[in-house]
Nanobody, 129 residues
Framework: VQLQASGGGSVQAGGSLRLSCAASGRTFGTYGTSWWRRALGKEREFVAAIRWSGEGTYYADSVKGRFTVSRDNAENRMYLQMNSLKPEDSAVYYC???????????????????????WGQGTLVTVSS
């Protein structure tokens, strides 16, 4: 599985961006995919996740109500619509996927970093005040 994230950029506070993650290779049987971010000097943190079927979305408290995760399985793409952006949303954003066929071993699989085996290269989001 190869993941390619894109769509980052610079925006003023209150603005919007839409990130895209393109998947290639063997993806059939993938349980779910997610977005993570790492701000300068901080650990990588969970942002949002979605079941491959689309039936189930999960968000970090810090982005609930502002970010929306979606996917287009026909295009093998996942999206992250980010609205009402704040300076604290500035980070490199990564998409992640588990090995196809892997099943979760805990309820909060979506925010468990070790569940994911494949990571995109990251796309930079900068929000200015």
């Amino acid at each position: 599985v190869q993941l390619q994230a894109s769509g980052g950029g610079s925006v003023q506070a209150g603005g919007s961006l839409r990130l895209s993650c393109a998947a290639s290779g063997r993806t059939f049987g993938t349980y779910g995919t997610s977005w993570w971010r790492r701000a300068l000097g901080k650990e990588r943190e969970f942002v949002a996740a979605i079941r491959w079927s689309g039936e189930g979305t999960y968000y970090a408290d810090s982005v609930k109500g502002r970010f929306t995760v979606s996917r287009d399985n026909a295009e093998n793409r996942m999206y992250l619509q980010m609205n009402s952006l704040k300076p604290e949303d500035s980070a490199v954003y990564y998409c992640a996927a588990p090995t196809p066929g892997s099943l979760p071993y805990r309820n909060n699989w979506y925010s468990t970093k070790t569940f994911y085996d494949y990571w995109g290269q990251g796309t930079l989001v900068t929000v200015s005040s």
